[in-house]
């Protein structure tokens, strides 16, 4: 079964940065994309930022010059690297892999990260 599981979230102040990981367990026969989204409270989920296999990355408007995802496929591992943070930025961040394992190929979703940034 597979499995993200994320880490480095929490309390910073504006101005601040956090790096995020996420890191994928369980058979796992290809990443086609991972990435990041994240949902603030009464706000829907949005896309902050994906790689592909290829490198190619996309970032939301909102995040582009402050955030930097990068991904390490033989760890199976994604990472956001998140500077410059503002009180907007704060919401639950998830992970996401587009991938093919034993039982289908499709989206995969951590189940969360808190990131808290405080004025």
């Known amino acids: 079964q597979v499995q993200l599981v994320e880490s480095g979230g929490g309390l910073v102040q504006a101005g601040g940065s956090l790096r995020l990981s996420c890191a994928a367990s369980?058979?796992?026969?290809?990443?086609?994309?991972m990435g990041w989204y994240r949902q603030a409270p009464g706000k829907q989920r949005e896309l902050v930022a994906t790689?592909?296999?290829?490198?190619?990355?996309n970032y939301a408007d909102s995040v582009k010059g402050r955030f930097t995802v990068s991904i390490d496929f033989a760890k199976k591992m994604v990472f956001l690297q998140t500077n410059s943070l503002k009180p907007e930025d704060t919401a639950v961040y998830y992970c996401?892999?587009?991938?093919?394992?034993?039982?289908?190929?499709?989206?995969?979703w951590g189940q969360g990260t808190q990131v808290t940034v405080s004025s």
């Open positions: 369980g058979t796992i026969l290809n990443i086609y994309s």
């Open positions: 790689i592909t296999s290829g490198g190619s990355t």
């Open positions: 996401n892999a587009d991938l093919r394992s034993r039982i289908r190929r499709g989206d995969y």
